[in-house]
């Protein structure tokens, strides 16, 4: 009766099993050997019926019968609590083994440089707090379950799935705002590295509208000023293609003042050398035609020099090809003389810079 009225639930998972093995074996033992007794007794009673003290023989067999039958119950009842001690320890050996990984995770430190190493290993260290929040989830369904069967143990129970559930949401929380910090960290350096390359647009682009424009009157000086002003046109589409890009990045980082000031600055002076290129070939175009109108002046003063006429003949000769040189400078006036007749762009644009002037200086005096 001792051992089957036991309170020994035991200590953890082995203990408890000892005491079960050892309880069955007892049990087993003392049920067969009870079993037997009972039915001796039983027989020896019926036996004894004609005996003269055969109620008292009746009773105490009848006391025996009932005490064996509460043996067995207690028997019963101490065994399904050791069966119930051993789901307890079980469950409190999880939750113990779960709470450990939960802490190794959290003391668990990213030592690698690499930004995307990082998010790399934070996302297989995801997947594994995912694996152990699911077997937190499994804790807690067994809990219910075992209070359920245990209400002694509710208090037990459930201060062992606190525990848990508090190490597993410290271990959420910490995850949770690690990968943040990661996110955070890999946009600022997916912005550094946008606006570097944007800088180095903006650097490199400069550097390439710095030209060296050739004198206006050399003699080559069309043809590079025409290539100046076709490579000046094609990094003007590259300059275009690139808004977009600048854009976009000015909304994705408010911190680019700087930035949209050395754009800015690049587009003004890509504008002041388109204009200054424009200018530069316009007047070598007027110098050209200019050069090219004195070569033809030049080659036509031979045609009127003429000789003093010595006959009627030679001055008629000479009265026609006077006629004819003149209407060649009415053929070729529309064409050569009003080339250079015209105001260069830079001669334009100071026309232009002295009217304003002028109009802001009278609106001034009021």
Not at 80 to 103: N, P, Q, S, Y
Not at 240 to 246: A, L, M, P, S, V
Not at 280 to 309: G, Q, S, V
Not at 327 to 355: G, L, V
Request: charged content about 30%; some cysteine; hydrophobic content about 35%.
């Amino acid at each position: 009766m001792h051992i089957s009225g036991s309170e020994d639930y035991g200590r953890d998972v082995e203990h408890v099993e000892i005491l079960i093995q050892k309880f069955n074996l007892y049990y087993l033992t003392v049920l067969n050997q009870g079993e037997s007794n009972i039915e001796s007794i039983k027989s020896l009673c019926q036996v004894l019926e004609s005996h003269p003290d055969r109620e008292i023989i009746q009773k105490k067999t009848q006391k025996s019968i009932e005490m064996w039958e509460e043996f067995k119950e207690l028997s019963q009842a101490r065994k399904d609590a050791l069966d119930g001690a051993l789901k307890v320890h079980t469950f409190d050996r999880k939750a113990d083994e779960t709470i450990e990984w939960i802490e190794e995770k959290n003391n668990q430190e990213f030592v690698l440089t690499n930004i995307h190493s990082l998010i790399l290993k934070n996302d297989i260290f995801i997947n594994d707090v995912n694996a152990v929040q699911k077997q937190v989830d499994l804790l807690e369904i067994q809990a219910k379950e075992l209070i359920q069967q245990f209400p002694d143990a509710i208090d037990h129970i459930q201060h062992k799935l606190n525990e848990t559930n508090n190490a597993m949401n410290n271990l959420n929380l910490k995850t949770k705002n690690r990968t943040q910090i990661l996110l955070d960290n890999n946009k600022q350096q997916q912005l550094f590295k946008e606006f570097t390359i944007l800088c180095n647009f903006i650097k490199n682009t400069l550097a390439k509208i710095n030209y060296e424009l050739p004198p206006a009157d050399s003699i080559n000086s069309i043809d590079i000023s025409c290539n100046i002003n076709t490579l000046h046109s094609e990094i003007g589409l590259e300059i275009d293609k690139k808004i977009n890009e600048f854009e976009l990045f000015y909304i994705k980082n408010f911190k680019t003042q700087d930035l949209k000031h050395q754009f800015q600055f690049l587009i003004e002076k890509y504008q002041n050398v388109k204009t200054i290129v424009k200018n530069h070939l316009d007047l070598c175009y007027y110098l050209k035609d200019l050069d090219n109108f004195d070569k033809w002046i030049n080659a036509r003063e031979k045609e009127i020099n003429y000789d003093n006429p010595n006959s009627v003949q030679q001055i008629e000769l000479y009265i026609k090809k006077h006629d004819d040189f003149t209407k060649q400078i009415e053929h070729y006036e529309n064409d050569k003389i009003q080339a250079i007749q015209r105001f260069t762009n830079i001669e334009d644009n100071i026309k232009m810079k002295i009217n304003k002037d002028e109009q802001n200086f009278k609106r001034l005096k009021g």
